[in-house]
């Protein structure tokens, strides 16, 4: 792509992965508030999870064909394999009830729920990959339609 043409979009990119952070943030708070008022002794698990450390970087040269820039996002690491949980097109966990994942993979969706009802039907995060481990990676956003035009006028 040419500079003019990946800039813009490398931008929309990092402005959309802020928002879809605030997000999740707002998902957790929710539920938070839900289990500070329960009467229950028994608390669920409750996986905690977030996205990808991103930045944007422009390398400089002296000559203009040297000018670049990248999303730089932090390394998955470890021994987990990274996966898809739910897809962008539907929000059923994409595991069998019989696979490792699907539990965290529910929970995902759970998130969307709580999200969706929130917002008004505004805003989900959506296309959930990563890792099931807990504190560990999930990225990947698509707001909904009315979100992502706001994301996009910009």
């Not at 009467?39 to 390398?59: C, K, T, Y």
């Not at 990248?70 to 897809?87: R, S, Y």
């Not at 709580?114 to 707001?143: M, R, W």
Request: hydrophobic residues 40%; contains cysteine.
């Amino acid at each position: 792509f040419a500079l003019a043409n990946e800039v813009p979009k490398l931008f929309k990119e990092a402005n959309v992965l802020y928002w879809a952070k605030s997000l999740l943030q707002f998902t957790y708070d929710f539920i938070d508030r839900c289990l500070l008022s329960s009467s229950h002794q028994d608390r669920p698990h409750i996986p905690r999870v977030r996205f990808v450390e991103a930045g944007l970087a422009f390398a400089y040269d002296q000559e203009p064909q040297g000018l670049a820039s990248f999303l730089l996002e932090e390394l998955i690491a470890g021994d987990d394999v990274f996966q898809k949980f739910i897809h962008n097109m539907d929000a059923n966990p994409l595991l069998d009830e019989d696979e490792s994942g699907y539990d965290f993979a529910l929970f995902l969706a759970f998130t969307q729920h709580v999200q969706y009802v929130k917002t008004g039907g505004l805003a989900i995060i959506s296309d959930y990959q990563g890792t099931p481990t807990e504190f560990n990676i999930v990225c990947g956003y698509v707001p909904t339609n009315f979100t992502l035009q706001a994301v996009q006028n910009y």
